[in-house]
């Protein structure tokens, strides 16, 4: 007896260890986002690089609290996942709300998430337009939770939209949609004690962390900046140090956490052609410019290996943006670190898919 009860103990061991070692990670994230204003069209998407992509933007009413698209984006949304998965069978597709334009659609989502029953409006009419229109998830984009009410409303919102989520699931049959949240990346943005860490982590599968535009030219006219340096050794805001105060300060767990690529730079013009660095002297910041116009420019390209960001000048021409050897940088900074996945900010800016593939190939299987 004893021997045979030794025998069935060490063969559950085995079994559970075989499970254990057999059991699949989670899931990497390669996710990016397709602005409807870009121009590109849904039928130009190459999702082979990504495995979620996020179609912005549903509008939040603010008269009626409920997530509606407009006209003129119906028709691309409605087809959106079965045009990209006759590609690619396995990309998800999410639906996402909101987005940065300004404080008055700030202001919109704060007033929605205040009471109860307009954040019902806000959720059911969330999970309506998911479902009509064939989307696999659905993608928070409120720019930004801006005191302790929004935190604790923006808690009481996620955890009644999980709840929902979850119930129409059970109703339905079909699986349920995942919840994701486009979040600032740096205090430098926002400030991050607003965002209710703990209720991030219980209810919504996974955090996009917008880890750019942490200097711009706009904000800092008189001297070139890396917009989206992995590493900044000159002060505390980066994009490591954004994902470790939402892992170590929030409590959101790394593994649902993905590190935010801009696939757009800033330009500078010089105060002097022959001082071309990083934080070198500039007469005038020129705002933001896509990856593939900036490609497009006959420039000498730097990549430096400390702040893990690319720039490159011509004459008195400078921009600071990630190429494909900072993004693939990156990227693997982002895995080691144990990081779910990436997200690019947006699709569209790339040039023949270069900063995705890179991306991707990065990140490996």
């Given at each position: 007896?004893?021997n045979?009860?030794?025998n ?32 590109l ?58 987005g ?23 959720i059911d ?48 049959g ?70 470790t ?7 959101v ?9 801009p ?18 002297p ?12 900036i ?32 993004i ?7 895995k ?7 997200f ?22």
């Open positions: 007896m004893a045979s009860k030794n069935l103990i060490l063969v559950s061991t085995l079994l559970m260890l075989l499970q254990l070692h057999f059991t699949p990670s989670k899931a990497a994230i390669k996710g990016g986002y397709w602005y409807s204003e870009s121009g069209a849904v039928s130009n998407i190459n999702p082979s690089h990504f495995t979620h992509l996020f179609c912005a933007f549903a509008h939040l009413d603010p008269n009626t609290n409920k997530v509606t698209i407009s006209s003129s984006d119906s028709s691309q949304f409605s087809t959106f996942t079965q045009t990209l998965q006759a590609k690619n069978p396995s990309v998800k597709t999410l639906l996402s709300i909101g940065g334009f300004g404080p008055s659609l700030a202001a919109n989502f704060s007033r929605m998430a205040r009471q109860a029953n307009t954040r019902k409006s806000f009419s969330s999970i309506q337009q998911a479902r009509s229109n064939n989307f696999l998830g659905l993608d928070l984009d409120w720019e930004y939770p801006s005191s302790d009410t929004d935190k604790t409303n923006f808690a009481s919102l996620i955890k009644e939209w999980k709840e929902a989520v979850t119930k129409e699931s059970r109703t339905s079909k699986a349920p949609l995942f919840l994701s949240a486009a979040v600032a990346g740096s205090d430098q943005i926002t400030p991050l004690k607003y965002y209710p860490g703990k209720d991030v982590a219980n209810n919504l599968d996974f955090v996009n962390v917008m880890a750019y535009d942490l200097f711009t030219s706009e904000g800092y006219p008189t001297v070139t900046q890396p917009p989206a340096p992995w590493n900044n050794p000159r002060g505390q805001f980066s994009a490591e140090q954004g994902v105060e939402w892992n170590k300060t929030l409590g767990p790394l593994n649902k956490l993905n590190l935010g690529l696939f757009y730079g800033y330009k500078w013009s010089l105060s002097d052609s022959n001082k071309n660095g990083l934080f070198a500039a007469k005038q910041g020129l705002g933001a410019v896509k990856y593939k116009d490609k497009n420019v006959a420039a000498q390209v730097v990549f430096d290996s400390t702040y893990v960001t690319n720039y490159c000048f011509k004459g008195t021409d400078w921009f600071g943006y990630d190429d494909t050897q900072s693939s940088a990156k990227v693997v900074n982002a080691q670190k144990g990081l779910v996945g990436y690019a900010w947006h699709i569209e800016q790339d040039s023949n898919w270069a900063l995705s593939q890179a991306a991707s190939q990065a990140w490996g299987m």
